[in-house]
Structure formats: structure tokens, C-alpha cells
């Protein structure tokens, strides 16, 4: 049993469908190739928007903290 920093029960494992860290609120709902998908953060879903499109190693700018940032 698991429990959130607010002391909440989680009932879902939501993961971020690119970097695959724990959600615990919604994310950042998107959508890649026609599929929806969540995020953790925009720069999430820039990379796999990138993916996509076909570029292997995509270069989305970290923010200026070089980890990107849960969003929310
Ligand atoms: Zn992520």
C-alpha cells in the first residue's frame, strides 16, 4: 500500500508513457501517431512528438535546471 506526499491512497499507477516516472496527479495529456498518451512534463511530450516523426535521437532543450520538470 502506497501513499502519496498528501497522505492520499493511490489507486492508478499512471506513468509517463515517455520517461515512465510515477504520476500522481493527471499529467500532461497528448497525443503522438494518433494515440493518446500522458506526460510527466512538455519537454515529455515534445521528445516522443519527435520520436514520432522519426528522428531517433531528438534535442529538445532541457530547462535551465538540465532535468526537466514534472508539470502539473
Ligand atoms: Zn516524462
Same mark, same amino acid.
Given at each position: 500500500?502506497?501513499f502519496s506526499?498528501?497522505?492520499?491512497?493511490? !489507486?492508478?499507477?499512471? +506513468?509517463?508513457?515517455?520517461? $515512465?516516472?510515477?504520476?500522481? !496527479?493527471?499529467?500532461? +495529456?497528448g497525443?503522438?501517431? $494518433?494515440?493518446?498518451?500522458l506526460?510527466?512534463?512538455?519537454?515529455?511530450?515534445?521528445?516522443?512528438?519527435?520520436?514520432?516523426?522519426?528522428?531517433?535521437?531528438p534535442?529538445i532543450p532541457?530547462?535551465r535546471?538540465g532535468i526537466?520538470?514534472?508539470?502539473?
Amino acid at each position: 500500500m502506497r501513499f502519496s506526499d498528501n497522505g492520499y491512497y493511490i !489507486e492508478r499507477y499512471i +506513468k509517463c508513457d515517455n520517461c $515512465g516516472v510515477l504520476l500522481y !496527479e493527471e499529467g500532461m +495529456k497528448g497525443e503522438v501517431a $494518433g494515440e493518446a498518451k500522458l506526460f510527466c512534463s512538455d519537454w515529455c511530450q515534445q521528445w516522443a512528438t519527435a520520436r514520432a516523426a522519426g528522428i531517433d535521437e531528438p534535442r529538445i532543450p532541457l530547462p535551465r535546471e538540465g532535468i526537466h520538470k514534472t508539470g502539473g
